[in-house]
């Protein structure tokens, strides 16, 4: 008898448990993402997880990497590039659905040197000294690396400082690593980095003029997705006024208006392509 009573509530505990599984199934929905909007995004996936109970899986890496990921593997319902260059690349394949597109956040250019700036870069035109140690992205795969090869060919310093540029990192996360870890003396980076790490680096903003073009990050429902009202529910979260604060909170640049006050008269958005001429300029 002892033993019957012990028994009745587990099979009642099963029954239940197997029953809300059946009633209650997450739904789930997976984001590619560029580098540049990890912190933010972590957030924003989190709150928007609490608000709806849809659960949002982050993929980061170079916007480039993400999208050859995407078309691969023919599978994620957002992509959420680091600049309106890879999602004109991704609604040209047939990745991202135009007509849902969206700005979640403008970043600006900037040049990202070691705390304290020891060695007294004060100028685009500094990174051309010898002797100093620059470091970019890939700009075959990552958003900041294709704005950085454009800054230098519209300030016509392609050739002087890519005498000094020594690596290329392969997601934008590993090229900010660089500074942080003293390994090169700067970057070409956004300048939102120096925000979320002002202990290890300082932001060396560039002249109005340099400033060829403001970028944004862009995010755009994908052609691939099999929950398309759950992901279309995420990037209206993402500019709803709740998403938009968590970007304010980490720093990021939310309105035109306030970009523009770092370079009022560049275009905003568009797209450059790599030269028919490009080769690396690591040596």
């Known amino acids: 008898m002892k033993g019957l009573l012990v028994l009745i509530p587990v099979v009642l505990l099963t029954v239940t448990s197997l029953d809300g599984c059946i009633m209650e199934e997450q739904k789930t929905i997976t984001v590619f993402c560029g580098s540049a909007s990890k912190p933010a995004m972590e957030e924003a996936a989190k709150a928007f997880e609490e608000k709806t109970g849809i659960k949002v899986y982050l993929n980061f890496s170079g916007s480039g990497t993400m999208l050859s990921q995407m078309k691969l593997s023919r599978s994620g319902d957002l992509y959420i590039p680091g600049s309106p260059d890879h999602m004109v690349m991704a609604e040209y394949d047939g990745v991202a659905e135009p007509e849902s597109a969206k700005r979640i956040a403008y970043l600006m250019p900037a040049i990202l040197v070691q705390r304290g700036n ?40 392609r050739q002087e400082v890519g005498r000094n540029i020594v690596t290329y990192g392969e997601s934008y996360s590993k090229i900010v690593g660089l500074v942080v870890l003293k390994a090169v003396d700067a970057i070409i980076g956004w300048r939102i980095s120096s925000q979320w790490q002002s202990d290890a680096i300082d932001v060396v903003y560039l002249e109005p003029e340099q400033v060829p073009r403001i970028s944004y990050i862009p995010a755009a429902v994908s052609t691939f997705t099999e929950d398309r009202g759950s992901a ?5 979260f993402l500019v709803s006024p709740h998403g938009q604060q968590i970007f304010n909170k980490w720093e990021y640049i939310t309105t035109e208006s306030e970009a523009r006050k770092f370079a009022p008269n560049a275009e905003v958005g568009g797209e450059y392509k790599l030269p028919e001429t490009y080769r690396l300029l690591v040596k």
Do not use: C, H, M, T
């Not at 051309?128 to 230098?152: C, F, M, N, Q, T």
């Not at 279309?232 to 209206?236: A, E, G, H, P, V």
């Open 118 to 157: 020891p060695r007294n870069i004060w100028a685009l035109s500094d990174l051309a000294r010898s002797g100093i140690k620059v470091g970019i992205a890939d700009p075959e795969s990552v958003s900041i690396g294709l704005y950085a090869y454009e800054i230098l060919e519209y300030n016509n310093l």
């Open 232 to 236: 279309q529910k995420f990037l209206d």
